[in-house]
T-cell receptor
Framework: AAGVIQSPRHLIKEKRETATLKCYPIPRHDTVYWYQQGPGQDPQFLIS???????DKGSIPDRFSAQQFSDYHSELNMSSLELGDSALYFCASSFELGTTSATDTQYFGPGTRLTVL | SQQGEEDPQALSIQEGENATMNCSYK?????LQWYRQNSGRGLVHLIL?????REKHSGRLRVTLDTSKKSSSLLITASRAADTASYFC?????????????FGEGTQLTVNP
């Protein structure tokens, strides 16, 4: 079965540079979520999109922005990178049409490991 | 504050033994999910249990949910060395669909051969 695809898998940037992370959700999934996981920490929610509209926003720095495109893929743009942005960034997708509880599972991609030097 | 909290933080057992991990959460939920993560890798969805369910099985996994105590447990039976990983519970922040997940701190399980 198709899974969530993230690219790149690894990214190394210098401080103050920009980075773009991409996420391709499972086909027919309409909701995309972004999470950040620092070393030894649990994943923290950043932002989510439902049907290409921002649906929820968490602790995402103003330096970060994201969007979901017409083909449902999403991109997380990170500017003025700081050392503390080094983390695993996960994208997850789910199918949320209606309120059918069977769609609540979020499927995670393999993550992008961002290292800021 | 965390929606989910887990204990123990670390668990070391021998192959063949059972492993039990516990999770507590704060708000009303419509489901609770368990994930597994190998070191530095992606999160793999293990099982979802709904608020109207008390117990659910999937292979060697058994999950219980006690909504009155706002707690859940994950039992892995007949553990294998390959089960070594971090296990996270995750609960939706809101009862509506499409809600962000808030994760517990995770339990690091080590299964010794």
């Amino acid at each position: 079965a198709a899974g969530v695809i993230q690219s790149p898998r690894h990214l190394i940037k210098e401080k103050r540079e920009t980075a773009t992370l991409k996420c391709y959700p499972i086909p027919r999934h309409d909701t995309v979520y972004w999470y950040q996981q620092g070393p030894g920490q649990d994943p923290q929610f950043l932002i989510s999109f439902y049907e290409k509209m921002q649906s929820d926003k968490g602790s995402i720095p103003d330096r970060f922005s994201a969007q979901q495109f017409s083909d449902y893929h999403s991109e997380l743009n990170m500017s003025s990178l700081e050392l503390g942005d080094s983390a695993l960034y996960f994208c997850a997708s789910s199918f949320e049409l209606g309120t059918t509880s069977a769609t609540d599972t979020q499927y995670f991609g393999p993550g992008t490991r961002l290292t800021v030097l | 504050s965390q929606q989910g909290e887990e204990d123990p933080q670390a668990l070391s057992i021998q192959e063949g033994e059972n492993a039990t991990m516990n999770c507590s959460y704060k708000t009303s939920i419509n489901n609770l999910q368990w994930y597994r993560q190998n070191s530095g890798r992606g999160l793999v969805h293990l099982i979802l249990i709904r608020s109207n369910e008390r117990e659910k099985h999937s292979g060697r996994l058994r999950v219980t949910l006690d909504t009155s105590k706002k707690s859940s447990s994950l039992l892995i039976t007949a553990s294998r060395a390959a089960d070594t990983a971090s296990y996270f519970c995750a609960a939706p922040l809101r009862e509506t669909s499409g809600s962000r997940l808030t994760f517990g701190e995770g339990t690091q399980l080590t299964v010794n051969p």
